[in-house]
């Protein structure tokens, strides 16, 4: 079975420009996650959707970044305009409804914002 | 602000030593989690163990859970060079109706051989 698939693995932009994120999650999850995650910390959620919807977007940035799941499948997020504090890992994760919230993860964009 | 914190922050140990972490949060919760994650990689989840629980195993893992501390520590017995992870405790709390998890800032373990 397919892991979640993330791309680009590595961004490297200078601020003020956009950048764009891609995530695949596995077959049938019909729950995606984005999260940031800086240096030495834990994952922290920016927005959770459940099929097309997004259920949980109160901790995203929205002047600055938005996200879409169309079709309830892929997902991208973007940055417009970077800032040198977006410099993080993004990672995608996600799981199915109905199994006990195990989340599965992607392996990550490291995005560094010169 | 993260949910949990993890102690220690790092873990030096060598191969065939146990490694013990532990986790505490502030608000009540249905499960906590721990999840491990490689160097560059994404998260891998490890265990899960419910609010109604106390201990449980997973091959070389133990996790114990004390709501009324509300603590829970990781314990890797018999560690390999392979264990050399970042280790984060993740909890989903009974506010929350759709498992978002809340994760620790983490504990860096490695393992020498």
């Known amino acids: 079975e397919a892991g979640v698939v993330q791309s680009p693995r590595y961004k490297i932009i200078e601020k003020k420009q956009p950048v764009a994120f891609w995530c695949n999650p596995i077959?049938?999850?019909?729950?995606l996650y984005w999260y940031r995650q800086n240096l030495g910390q834990g994952p922290e959620l920016l927005i959770r959707?459940?099929?097309?919807?997004?259920?949980?977007d109160s901790q995203l940035p929205k002047d600055r970044f938005s996200a879409e799941r169309l079709k309830g499948v892929d997902s991208t997020l973007k940055i417009q305009p970077a800032e040198l504090g977006d410099s993080a890992v993004y990672l995608c994760?996600?799981?199915?409804?109905?199994?006990?919230?195990?989340?599965?993860f992607g392996p990550g964009t490291r995005l560094l914002v010169l | 602000s993260q949910q949990g914190e993890e102690d220690p922050q790092a873990l030096s140990i060598q191969e065939g030593e146990n490694a013990t972490m532990n986790c505490s949060y502030k608000?009540?919760?249905?499960?906590l989690q721990w999840y491990r994650q490689n160097s560059g990689r994404g998260l891998v989840h490890l265990i899960l163990?419910?609010?109604?629980?106390r201990e449980k195993h997973s091959g070389r893992l133990r996790v114990t859970l004390d709501t009324s501390k509300k603590s829970s520590s990781l314990l890797i017995t018999a560690s390999r060079a392979a264990d050399t992870a970042s280790y984060f405790c993740?909890?989903?709390?009974?506010?929350?109706?759709?498992?978002?998890?809340?994760f620790g800032a983490g504990t860096q373990v490695v393992v020498t051989p």
């Open positions: 994760a996600s799981s199915f409804k109905g199994v006990e919230e195990t989340q599965y």
């Open positions: 163990i419910r609010s109604n629980e």
């Open positions: 608000t009540s919760i249905n499960n």
């Open positions: 993740a909890t989903r709390m009974t506010t929350d109706s759709w498992g978002k998890l809340q």
């Open positions: 077959s049938g999850h019909n729950t």
């Open positions: 959707y459940e099929n097309e919807e997004a259920v949980d």
